[in-house]
């Protein structure tokens, strides 16, 4: 790794990573394989990638992916990382047509990422659609750590749950559910929960990545079980480092929009921003009746 490359421990690195791998894995959906110089353990579960997708004027904007899973190089030259990505608009239909030995700009790891549990006890992680690529990655780290994992994965149809048989071979119980019944349980992923609840023990915690409406259910799940829940936040993201300001969110105990108080700034700023602060929170503290 050039010194131009990285900076210290911790901070992110502007790297030119090689692509080894980029398929389709499920209809609109992509896996890319990228050989990076970043060393894993500079890697938490639920950082993400700024990827620059094009050279010319448009798109501009860099492309924010979750770290869907990492694998460590030999003699700290770096890590393998995967990205899961859905084809949605120019950028990731432009990614998708990449071949092998292509060259990428990559900004990271940002944002803050899952923090482990400190006690025993079996987690549960939920993933909504295209929000199980931020899960998969912390499900690995778990597993080397010695935490079991109960895995809730919910998709509108059968097409749309991914990473079943990943999870499987981490050792973790998959429970999935669909929209229209097409696979697993019928109805929505939370509702799944719900019911695994009424006949299961607790969980010593809740980890969730996936649309905003899942995420504020299982904030409020886990808020009836008085168990601690950590949530990835989804949202559209300009620089990936804080700077613009376009991503943030209002915490709990916020002054109204517009105040005097919500733009004094300081330590006790009700604005977090979800590419920096996040986009890992404790639930408790997203104020849910506004985002």
Excluded at 33 to 50: A, V, Y
Excluded at 208 to 228: T, Y
Excluded at 238 to 258: F, K, Y
């Amino acid at each position: 790794m050039s010194p131009s490359e990285a900076t210290h421990k911790g901070s992110p690195y502007l790297v030119r990573g090689t692509l080894l791998q980029n398929h389709q894995v499920a209809p609109s959906y992509h896996k890319m394989r990228i050989r990076t110089s970043i060393p894993c353990e500079n890697i938490e579960p639920g950082q993400f990638l700024m990827v620059r997708v094009s050279d010319q004027p448009f798109p501009l904007l860099r492309r924010p992916f979750s770290i869907h899973s990492m694998a460590a190089l030999s003699k700290d030259e770096g890590s393998d990382i995967e990205i899961l990505y859905k084809i949605v608009g120019r950028g990731t239909n432009l990614m998708a047509n990449w071949k092998r030995g292509k060259r990428l700009d990559i900004l990271g790891p940002l944002g803050s990422g899952f923090s482990l549990p400190t006690t025993t006890g079996t987690q549960f992680l939920v993933a909504g659609g295209i929000g199980v690529a931020g899960l998969f990655a912390l499900s690995q780290r778990m597993k080397a750590n010695g935490h079991t994992c109960l895995v809730f994965i919910g998709g509108k149809t059968r097409e749309h749950v991914l990473c079943v048989d990943e999870f499987k071979t981490l050792g973790a119980d998959v429970y999935v559910a669909t929209e229209d019944g097409g696979l697993g349980f019928r109805g929505m992923i939370t509702d799944m929960v719900v019911s695994f609840l009424r006949d299961h023990h607790t969980p010593s915690g809740f980890f969730a990545c996936g649309p905003l409406d899942m995420l504020k259910a299982i904030a409020h799940i886990a808020q009836s079980q008085s168990v601690p829940c950590q949530v990835s936040l989804e949202t559209r993201m300009a620089c990936g480092l804080g700077a613009c300001l376009g991503c943030v969110i209002r915490t709990r105990g916020s002054p109204l929009p517009g105040s005097e108080q919500a733009f004094g700034g300081g330590r006790n700023f009700p604005y977090k921003r979800v590419c920096k602060e996040g986009p890992v929170f404790d639930s408790e503290e997203v104020d849910w009746g506004v985002i």
